[in-house]
């Protein structure tokens, strides 16, 4: 079975572009997670999908991030215009959604902004 | 203060060593605790996963919560090479957001 991916795996920009990130999950799962890592800090929560809906954006840092999970299959986030600020690993985890379910973590894509 | 301290390190230790990794933590809500394994460039692999105080053994790693003190122990027994990485300690309540310490880089040496 194959686990959650992510694209790219690298992508460097710079200060004011946009890039978009997809994420994966592993089939049958409802629950996609999206969490970053800045450089020195801990890996933080973003937001959670439950199928196409947005059950948990508290941890989105502004509106300058935008999720979206079309057809409850692959989600992107898109961060429009980014700044140096944004750069770090983003992770993209699933779940089944049982009530002690286990998270399982793309490899994550490491956005570096100039 | 952040809600979940971990040290981060780096723990160097020669094969064979036993292996403490400890998180405290400060919010009563968190209900289970996880251990994942980071390798270099690779997305977090859970370990283990608890959610009542006491130990839960797979192998040679042996998790342990203590609720009433809010902290929480990964042990590794017999550590290999093959270990070394960064081990993130876990958690979370109701909410299905996991809250992260930050991570303990571990070495283990031949």
């Known amino acids: 079975e194959a686990g959650v991916t992510q694209f790219p795996s690298h992508s460097v920009i710079e200060k004011g572009q946009t890039v978009t990130l997809r994420c994966d999950p592993i089939s049958g799962h409802d629950n996609l997670y999206w969490y970053r890592r800045v450089m020195g800090k801990e890996i933080k929560f973003l937001l959670h999908?439950?199928?196409?809906?947005?059950?948990?954006e508290s941890g989105m840092p502004n509106n300058r991030f935008l999720a979206e999970r079309t057809g409850g299959t692959y989600s992107t986030l898109k961060v429009q215009p980014a700044e140096l600020e944004d750069s770090g690993v983003y992770f993209c985890?699933?779940?089944?959604?049982?009530?002690?379910?286990?998270?399982?973590f793309g490899p994550g894509t490491r956005l570096t902004v100039l | 203060q952040k809600e979940v301290e971990q040290d981060p390190g780096p723990l160097s230790v020669p094969e064979g060593a036993i292996v403490s990794l400890n998180c405290t933590y400060s919010n009563s809500a968190f209900q289970y605790f996880m251990w994942y394994r980071q390798y270099s460039r690779k997305g977090p692999e859970l370990l283990m996963y608890?959610?009542?105080?006491g130990n839960k053994e797979d192998g040679r790693f042996t998790a342990q919560v203590d609720k009433s003190s809010k902290y929480i122990s990964l042990f590794i027994r017999d550590s290999q090479p093959s270990d070394s990485a960064t081990y993130l300690c876990?958690?979370?309540?109701?909410?299905?957001?996991?809250?992260f310490g930050s991570g303990t880089q571990l070495t283990v040496l031949p």
């Open positions: 999908f439950v199928k196409e809906s947005k059950q948990d």
């Open positions: 608890t959610y009542s105080s």
């Open positions: 876990a958690m979370t309540g109701s909410a299905r957001q996991l809250t």
């Open positions: 985890a699933s779940s089944l959604g049982l009530r002690t379910d286990t998270q399982y």
